[in-house]
């Protein structure tokens, strides 16, 4: 396996007022053994979109034995840890960027002006911090990495970089977009982006409301997103030398999840290494769906019709959230009164 370049963050020890970054070979070599724990390390990156199931899935996969995704913020990290002592989404503020100017190491960048090679030194830097913080028995290390946070006009030069350094690229979809659609507005709202306690997340599923909006506003939004993936899906799938694996969010819900989970952790980490074995592969989590999980409990009717009759019943917005409907339960989950909800889980007024 091929060793990473690239640079890192370098800090003036304690007692110092300042350093001199280190550069040339001696930053080469330093950010590969920082990337570099052991012989056979894997990297890779959780290609996705906001409000996609990317933090459940990374939580998902941070519990495969060997699979590490995030970078965990205590001192003392253990398998066991919840995904919210983690640091999953280590390229943020690339998804500012496209709003307002960002600050990295001093100067200032938006996406019209950040260099690629800032972008990748950056990149290599939360490598490096992953490397460092994994155990000898992890083979595979990787965070989330949104869309958004591959500028437009970089993104050549990333699909030359994850083929040339060997990063494997997991590409997550939602093809329901519609509840990616619902997810983004209520969350824009409320400003709540995930739920561990189970009694408030479901108290937030019943009290919910149904998204009911003008078809003509979201349309675009839907046609966005499904432009959004089928680029990056048509733009890696046979590009050559990356190696790349797609699955769907309805996928790792549906029938067949731990299949479809299975053949992502052998994607990731070889099943010969020690440590990962196939049939201990479990779909579990920390997180708590916000939401009803089917098109028809979250959509308005009249809004949910227009949207099918639009795409069509062969298009894979469609056909998800026929599946999502089908398997939907949500009627047979009683909803708890607000008042039997403990103090402490109440939502604040």
Sequence with gaps: MRSPLGF?????????????RPTGTVTVLLAALLAQPSFGT?????????????TWFCSVLNRQPGIACGADKRPNPSKSSRIEDHVVEMMINYSFMKRRAVVVDGYMYTHSNITWAVWRKDCEAQFATLAHGSSRETTAIGFKLMYDQVPPRLRSDFVQYVTENEIKLL???????LLQVASGRYQSKRNQLHEWDPMR?????????????????????LRQSIEEHRWWKSRLRYAPGVSYEHVTY????????????RSVVAFLADPGEEGVVLRSTKLESDLNLLHQSSCQARIAPELYAKVRASFGEDSD?????????????????????????????????
């Design 42 to 54: 894997t990297r890779y990156l959780l290609l996705t979109t906001q409000r996609s199931g990317s």
């Design 317 to 349: 917005l469609v056909r998800a959230c026929t599946m999502l409907d089908a398997l939907d339960k949500s009627d047979k989950e009683p909803c708890p009164s607000h008042n039997s909800l403990p103090n402490s889980t109440k939502d604040k007024p």
């Design 171 to 177: 590409h997550l979809e939602r093809q329901a977009v």
């Design 201 to 221: 997340a479901a108290q937030s599923r019943c009290s919910t409301p149904r998204l009911h909006v003008p078809f003509s506003e979201i349309e675009p939004q």
């Design 8 to 20: 890192v963050r370098f800090q003036a020890p304690k007692g110092c007022k300042s350093a001199r």
């Design 250 to 261: 309805e996928e790792l819900i549906g029938p067949a999840a731990e299949s479809h989970l």
